[in-house]
């Protein structure tokens, strides 16, 4: 195969063993992050002295767990667009996955300016201005796994509409700290 010529199309089905690996993958993966947040949460009540005199360093602790976990997502994750890279409509569908995920990020950002989201700590709306912090925080470890989804892409549309996606990421980033900085030029 020359390299004008357009990447080869097979079908868009995964082998049963592909589909029970990726599946498995992402049980495994639930199964940790569920373990290990309950491990977190019996540090903090076993610790909670601790927790109270020292916050900002558990805080950052969970930071830390949760881009662990979301890292562990990328596992099957790429393992995924591994197997469907050479089928054009199933590469698109993720691609297109991809970029509407990449879209929640300035919705996120745009509903912190919400009081009632975020600053409700509790019921639907506080559940919303929590999605949204994790959404947001974890947005480095999409932004890994945009681009290796994008090394993967073998087709033309896949590939542009992996790009937008990183694109939007890093210009909600962009918008994001222009917006914590300039008050601190003026």
């Given amino acids: 195969m020359n390299a004008a010529s357009p990447a080869r199309t097979v079908p868009a089905s995964l082998t049963r063993v592909q589909r029970?690996?990726?599946v498995v993958g992402y049980a495994a993966v639930l199964l940790a992050s569920a373990a290990l947040v309950f491990a977190r949460h019996l540090q903090y009540v076993i610790h909670g002295n601790d927790v109270d005199a020292s916050g900002g360093m558990w805080a950052f602790g969970d930071l830390l767990l949760e881009l662990f976990i979301a890292g562990l997502f990328l596992v099957p994750t790429l393992l995924l667009a591994f197997f469907i890279r050479n089928s054009e409509p199933a590469f698109t569908r993720y691609s297109q996955t991809l970029l509407?995920?990449?879209?929640?990020?300035?919705?996120?950002?745009?509903?912190?300016?919400?009081?009632?989201i975020s600053q409700n700590g509790s019921g639907f709306l506080g559940g919303v201005g929590w999605f949204c912090l994790g959404r947001i925080s974890a947005s480095p470890v999409f932004l890994v796994g945009l681009?290796?989804?994008?090394?993967?892409?073998?087709?033309?549309?896949?590939?542009?509409?992996i790009v937008?996606?990183?694109?939007?990421?890093?210009?909600?980033?962009?918008?994001?700290l222009a917006a914590v900085m300039v008050p601190w030029l003026r």
């Fill in 20 to 22: 029970n690996l990726v």
């Fill in 164 to 176: 937008y996606g990183v694109l939007v990421e890093v210009g909600t980033y962009a918008l994001l």
């Fill in 147 to 161: 681009i290796a989804s994008r090394l993967l892409a073998r087709f033309r549309r896949a590939k542009r509409l």
């Fill in 100 to 116: 509407g995920i990449a879209l929640t990020a300035p919705l996120c950002i745009a509903a912190f300016f919400v009081p009632a």
